[in-house]
């Protein structure tokens, strides 16, 4: 080792101050950019999970019969959470619960709820509240969304779409997290 550093030594003595500060300069920059690199390592693929079970005992989907929201049910019970599963179409809750129950994830329970997000009003939700209020509720997924049927500029839309858009992605969601968080 002494055979490398040595003569690296002696040179960085003998080079003018200018060459000095940029090769320390470097050499910060070298050692600030493997940190993060190797923090972003540790975040992302070595530090365990968080476990979500200490939150509570269930998670609440939205839009859960389809999609990111399906994956969102499966992953939350491998993880041994149970799921309250929210959705407007109630055949397709009842045959994700039975597929789930068949997949008899240890200690984890199903339940859903049928809430059309569209109309999200007092009573549907006071109906979903009442539903699920003796439940130990600590990971909310807001998942329930939609986008306009055909790509278009925004400016191009009917204003009862806008209202659509406007209930469903915001309104739905904002009372979610009032009534769960």
């Not at 080792?1 to 500060?21: C, D, I, K, Y």
């Not at 997949?103 to 539903?131: A, I, M, Q």
């Not at 659509?164 to 009534?179: D, F, G, P």
């Given at each position: 080792?002494t055979?490398?550093?040595?003569?690296?030594?002696?040179s960085?003595a003998?080079?003018?101050l200018s060459?000095?500060?940029?090769?320390?300069?470097?050499?910060?920059?070298?050692v600030?950019?493997a940190?993060?690199?190797l923090e972003?390592?540790?975040?992302?693929?070595?530090?365990?999970?968080?476990d979500?079970?200490k939150l509570?005992?269930?998670?609440?989907?939205t839009?859960?019969?389809?999609g990111?929201?399906?994956?969102?049910?499966y992953a939350?019970?491998?993880?041994?959470?149970?799921?309250?599963m929210?959705s407007?179409?109630?055949?397709?809750l009842?045959?994700?619960?039975?597929?789930?129950?068949e997949?008899k994830y240890?200690?984890?329970?199903?339940?859903?709820?049928?809430?059309?997000?569209?109309?999200?009003?007092?009573?549907?939700?006071?109906?979903?509240y009442?539903?699920?209020?003796?439940?130990d509720?600590?990971?909310?997924v807001?998942?329930?969304?939609m986008s306009?049927?055909?790509p278009?500029?925004?400016?191009?839309?009917?204003?009862?779409e806008?209202d659509?858009?406007?209930?469903?992605?915001?309104?739905?969601?904002?009372?979610?997290t009032?009534?769960?968080?």
């Amino acid at each position: 080792m002494t055979a490398f550093v040595t003569p690296f030594l002696e040179s960085f003595a003998s080079a003018g101050l200018s060459v000095q500060l940029c090769i320390l300069v470097g050499l910060v920059v070298v050692v600030r950019t493997a940190k993060e690199i190797l923090e972003s390592i540790y975040v992302y693929f070595l530090r365990p999970a968080k476990d979500l079970k200490k939150l509570g005992e269930w998670a609440l989907v939205t839009g859960a019969t389809d999609g990111i929201g399906k994956a969102y049910v499966y992953a939350l019970a491998k993880r041994g959470i149970s799921v309250v599963m929210v959705s407007r179409t109630e055949s397709k809750l009842q045959a994700l619960k039975e597929e789930m129950e068949e997949k008899k994830y240890d200690g984890v329970s199903f339940k859903y709820v049928v809430v059309d997000y569209s109309n999200f009003d007092e009573t549907v939700r006071n109906h979903l509240y009442n539903e699920t209020k003796d439940l130990d509720i600590g990971v909310l997924v807001n998942n329930v969304g939609m986008s306009y049927r055909y790509p278009r500029y925004f400016h191009e839309l009917k204003s009862e779409e806008v209202d659509q858009l406007t209930e469903l992605n915001i309104s739905s969601t904002t009372w979610m997290t009032k009534l769960y968080v």
